[in-house]
């Protein structure tokens, strides 16, 4: 089946400082991603849709100074999330939209810790 | 506002058991309907996708249902075992508006097979 490889798995970061995580899609052309945060023994929230060559869409109380999206190709967007804080600390997860299939691939997340 | 509630939210039972995982959307509109499976600290493995023209599918032990004049999504594990044991997500895709493609996940529910 179609792969999505997020990287990283895990990171760790001082209160302040950028974490950028990728998203790819490794064997078919994705012009729609979407990122999803999930808290401990909570479900998955969209945060916001990847778009190809434009702007992101953000779901409602995402701040997008907070959490940059861009998506300059066909395999792969990318998720900062700027000047962290502990309470981002969070599992955050990302889809690829095979839209020949109508299917969404998940990555495995990235895990990030904000100390 | 689409909604996706999955009951029960725990369900422990003894290796062999059969059962059923129950999944209700509010919005009838969904194009699909997927169920997952996440280990703790884990990604999502994607377990079975129901068209919304179709009624069911079936991989192995595993037998999900969509009625969507109801609402409601079942998943059907059979013959249970120890290995079974994780959290089961549906989720429903949606189509049209700014909904398009976007997955609405429901609470989970965190299943134990008891050897």
């Known amino acids: 089946g179609a792969v999505v490889s997020q990287h990283p798995s895990w990171v760790i970061c001082k209160s302040g400082t950028s974490v950028k995580i990728e998203c790819r899609s490794l064997d078919f052309q994705a012009t729609t991603m979407f990122w999803y945060r999930q808290f401990p023994k909570q479900s998955l929230m969209l945060m916001a849709t990847s778009n190809e060559g434009s702007k992101a869409t953000y779901e409602q109380g995402v701040e997008k100074d907070k959490f940059l999206i861009n998506h300059a190709s066909l395999t792969l967007s990318t998720l900062t999330v700027t000047s962290a804080h502990p309470e981002d600390s969070s599992f955050y997860i990302c889809s690829a939209r095979d839209h020949g299939k109508n299917i969404q691939y998940f990555g495995a997340g990235t895990r990030l810790s904000v100390l | 506002k689409q909604e996706v509630t999955q009951i029960p939210a725990a369900l422990s039972v003894p290796e062999g058991e059969n059962l059923v995982l129950n999944c209700s959307f509010t919005?009838?509109?969904?194009?699909?309907l997927q169920w997952f499976r996440q280990d703790p600290g884990k990604g999502l493995t994607s377990l079975l996708l129901i068209q919304s023209s179709q009624r069911e599918q079936t991989s192995g032990r595993l037998n999900a249902s969509l009625d969507k004049s109801s609402g409601r999504s079942t998943l059907y594990i059979a013959a249970s075992q120890p290995g079974d044991s994780a959290t089961y997500l549906c989720?429903?895709?949606?189509?049209?508006?700014?909904?398009?493609?976007?997955?609405?996940f429901g609470q989970g529910t965190i299943l134990t097979v008891h050897p």
């Open positions: 919005d009838s509109a969904i194009y699909n």
């Open positions: 989720a429903g895709g949606y189509a049209g508006g700014t909904s398009y493609g976007k997955l609405t």
